[in-house]
């Protein structure tokens, strides 16, 4: 993916007067699906994102594909059963990057065995043909043979169950390139800047700007997509200034950790928090997660900050089943995403607020599609692609995506679980070829993470990269496992990306200052 290739495109289009068929607003999961569907259908399709692709709550999730344990809780069934199907879908599409993770929940109380055993047994039925693996309860021994750090203190076995894990960047990452295999155009750090329109009034395109030039960019198109996720009633602004809010925020926050405070392959669940969630604490890229939390916030913000009720409430729920309590100095990083979670009349507490999408079109006809998961991202697209068709009059089109391998597809066991180039796929032989080709881009970029030079270049080059953070957030996660590491690497990474992208000292020198101020809010 060359930015500035995609941007001819977009120039060329609006010289020659054509409309795109699809203009999408938003490069998050949803947007990006979006593009990845319509693009597989045959669809000329453009992409803009403000910022860069998943800056938001796309690469702020709890890394899991799962139905979710806590909807079947609640009684939403239909949820549960799509998130299911979509999981398997996941892990069949997109082997590289999603794979089955074993998940213990500790029982503690007599009747919590038959209670979560029963309810498990729930989750198994209704995955079908895409379960990922048979609940089953267990011993004390058994518990702790699979968390060797779980607190032994009158615990008296547990139930395991088995759910889907990835790196949502990482995936976010391969299904843009996904989409731009199929022919779709997507930019980054180019906003939204306003809404095209017919004689009518009618919505039928696009005013976006190049945030590296100032380029003001007119996008026209037959529908276009709102897919802004905790932003999308912004979006909705520019169509009618007097847009009743769809949404409602709250944030999630975690805790990363050194692997040593989980131990083993399996991941805790904790199915009954003080504030009504569950808790995971999940091994994850070397290191252990801990979260989450349900806060209500009043506007959505780029950067959420995390408070400190929220730090001191996850490292005293994690703490109270570890047998090595964490504390605040253990804290490797903090990261917080917001949930674009749908009103609803008469719910108060944003955890009991559904997580189903949502498709609005406005009376301008701006299609809008919001809400959802990250699990169900894929049957979000098809449906909003689905209305967009009727909208905007396009050729009648079937969905291809049930089937449709994600970008650098290969099976886990032609990688190997423990290649640190894992995670790109069948791109991992690219970045070895530069690593060929220049044997000290194998140089490890910090002795705590196993990052190497090439994949910079490799991000620079193929992945959009524009600046240090993108690197270092989301085309790596080093960010995300260790604040204070990333910090450190913030400069080799700045000279490397300089070199490729033509920049000078002085943009390295301003990228390394932004990166350390963002990164202060990832410590505690």
């Not at 892990?91 to 029982?107: C, E, I, S, T």
């Not at 979006?235 to 040593?260: C, N, W, Y």
């Not at 990083?333 to 009991?352: C, D, F, H, I, Q």
């Not at 189903?356 to 809008?368: A, E, K, M, P, Q």
Request: charged share 25%; with cysteine.
């Amino acid at each position: 993916m060359r930015r500035e290739e995609m941007l001819r495109r977009i120039r060329e289009r609006a010289d020659a007067g054509e409309p795109w068929d699809i203009a999408v607003i938003g490069g998050g999961a949803t947007g990006v699906g979006v593009a990845v569907d319509a693009a597989a259908r045959g669809f000329d399709v453009a992409l803009v994102e403000a910022h860069d692709f998943g800056k938001g709550t796309s690469s702020r999730s709890t890394k899991l594909v799962h139905g979710g344990v806590r909807y079947l809780e609640q009684g939403n069934i239909p949820l549960v059963m799509s998130a299911l199907k979509e999981r398997g879908l996941l892990r069949q599409n997109a082997p590289h990057l999603v794979h089955d993770l074993a998940f213990v929940v500790p029982n503690y109380s007599w009747w919590e065995a038959p209670f979560y055993g029963i309810g498990l047994k729930l989750y198994d039925l209704l995955a079908g043909k895409y379960g990922f693996g048979a609940s089953k309860l267990l011993s004390k021994e058994e518990t702790l043979e699979r968390l060797p750090a779980l607190e032994p203190e009158e615990l008296r076995g547990g139930v395991v169950y088995y759910d889907g894990q990835f790196d949502d960047a990482r995936l976010l990452m391969h299904l843009a390139m996904t989409a731009a295999d199929h022919g779709a155009t997507l930019v980054n750090y180019c906003p939204a800047t306003g809404l095209l329109r017919d004689d009518e009034g009618y919505v039928n395109g696009v005013a976006a700007r190049d945030e590296e030039t100032g380029e003001e960019l007119r996008i026209a198109a037959r529908i276009v997509v709102n897919a802004t996720g905790v932003f999308t009633d912004e979006i909705r602004r520019m169509a009618d200034a007097k847009a009743e809010p769809l949404m409602v925020t709250s944030q999630g926050i975690h805790l990363v950790f050194d692997r040593s405070f989980l131990k083993g392959e399996t991941a805790l669940m904790v199915p009954r928090t003080s504030d009504g969630r569950v808790l995971f604490v999940i091994p994850w890229h070397g290191h252990a997660v801990a979260g989450t939390t349900d806060t209500p916030v009043d506007a959505p913000s780029l950067e959420p900050k995390a408070l400190d009720e929220e730090i001191e409430f996850i490292l005293e729920t994690a703490g109270r089943y570890l047998s090595r309590p964490p504390t605040r100095a253990d804290v490797l990083a903090v990261y917080v995403g917001l949930r674009p979670l749908v009103k609803s009349n008469g719910e108060s507490k944003t955890a009991a607020l559904s997580r189903d999408h949502v498709i609005h079109v406005d009376t301008s006809g701006l299609l809008t599609i919001t809400g959802g998961k990250w699990t169900t991202y894929r049957h979000m697209a098809e449906d909003c692609v689905d209305h967009a068709i009727t909208l905007g009059r396009l050729r009648d089109e079937a969905c291809t995506t049930k089937n449709l391998r994600v970008h650098g597809y290969l099976n886990a066991e032609e990688e190997g679980e423990e290649d640190p180039l894992g995670v790109y796929g069948a791109d991992a032989e690219e970045i070895q070829k530069l690593v060929t080709e220049r044997p000290e881009l194998a140089e490890r970029l910090h002795r705590d993470l196993p990052y190497i030079a090439a994949e910079v270049v490799w991000a620079a080059r193929a992945e959009m990269a524009r600046g240090v953070e993108d690197v270092l957030a989301r085309r790596t996660r080093a960010l995300f496992l260790n604040a204070r590491a990333a910090v450190e690497m913030a400069e080799p990474v700045a000279h490397l990306l300089a070199a490729e992208l033509g920049r000078d000292g002085t943009w390295a020198t301003a990228q390394v200052a932004e990166f350390r101020a963002l990164a202060k809010q990832y410590m505690v």
